[in-house]
C-alpha cells in the first residue's frame, strides 16, 4: 500500500457519534486525500490536502471534517455520524512531480453506521 | 468537468479466454487515464498508467490497456484470463489540476468474474 497506513480497519458507530478515522505516509509526500467507495460509484473524493496545514474540498464532503496538522498525517473526522455515512474510506498519496501524477491507496477504514 | 463509464458493472470470462474491460471518458483537457485494480478486502492497487508518448500501455500481470482519442476510450485487455484476475477493477481520468496535483475522477468499476 505504497506506505500509507489507516486506522482502524473497520468500525462500528451509532447515528450520532462522532470518530476520527487516521491516515499516515511514510514518505513525506505532500499531497494526501480521503475518497469514499461505495458499489456502483467507484471512488468519490471528500477532502484533499496540498501540504501540511492545507485542505480543500472534493466531491462530498459534507458531514465530514479533515486535519492535516503535519506532513505525515491526514485524519478524516465525521461528528455526527449517518447511515448514508456507511461505506469504505480510502487515504490516498500522490507522488512528487508531474511525471508520476499516480495516486497510491492505504488499505481502507471499512465504516458502518448503524 | 471530466467523467468515466465502465460499461458492465460485472463481466464473466472462462479462465483462458480473453479479457476486455471497457472505459470510455470525457475530459476537456488531454487526460492522463489509468486502470486500479481491487481485490476483495483490500485497497486499490494501479494496474497500468497512460501519461503521454506511446499510446498502448503496458501493465502489471499481463494487462494493457490503448488510448484512443479518437474513441474517448481506455479499454483494458488481457489474452488469457486466469483465476487469480478476479478483483474489480476501476478506471480513473485525471484531467484537472490544482495546487495537490491531479484530480481524480473514477468510473463505477467492473467485477471481473473468472470461470474455471
Known amino acids: 500500500n505504497a506506505g500509507v497506513t489507516q486506522t482502524p480497519k473497520f468500525q462500528v458507530l451509532k447515528t450520532g457519534q462522532s470518530m476520527t478515522l487516521q491516515c499516515a505516509q511514510d514518505?513525506?509526500?505532500?499531497?494526501m486525500y480521503w475518497y469514499r467507495q461505495d458499489p456502483g460509484m467507484g471512488l468519490r473524493l471528500i477532502y484533499y490536502s496540498a501540504s501540511e496545514g492545507t485542505t480543500d474540498k472534493g466531491e462530498v464532503p459534507n458531514g465530514y471534517n479533515v486535519s492535516r496538522l503535519n506532513k505525515r498525517e491526514f485524519s478524516l473526522r465525521l461528528e455526527s455520524a449517518a447511515p448514508s455515512q456507511t461505506s469504505v474510506y480510502f487515504c490516498a498519496i500522490k507522488l512528487p512531480g508531474l511525471a508520476s501524477e499516480t495516486q497510491y491507496f492505504g488499505p481502507g477504514t471499512r465504516l458502518l453506521v448503524l | 468537468a471530466q467523467s468515466v463509464t465502465q460499461l458492465g458493472s460485472h463481466v464473466s470470462v472462462s479462465e483462458g479466454a480473453l479479457v476486455l474491460l471497457r472505459c470510455n471518458y470525457s475530459s476537456s483537457v488531454p487526460p492522463y487515464l489509468f486502470w486500479y485494480v481491487q481485490y476483495p478486502n483490500q485497497g486499490l492497487q494501479l494496474l497500468l498508467k497512460y501519461t503521454t508518448g506511446a499510446t498502448l500501455v503496458k501493465g502489471i500481470n499481463g494487462f494493457e490497456a490503448e488510448f484512443k482519442k479518437s474513441e474517448t476510450s481506455f479499454h483494458l485487455t488481457k489474452p488469457s484470463a486466469h483465476m487469480s484476475d478476479a478483483a474489480e477493477y476501476f478506471c480513473?481520468?485525471?484531467?484537472?489540476?490544482?495546487?495537490?496535483?491531479?484530480?481524480?475522477?473514477f468510473g463505477g468499476g467492473t467485477r471481473l468474474m473468472v470461470k474455471p
Open positions: 514518505m513525506n509526500h505532500n499531497s
Open positions: 480513473a481520468v485525471s484531467g484537472s489540476y490544482n495546487n495537490a496535483g491531479n484530480m481524480l475522477t
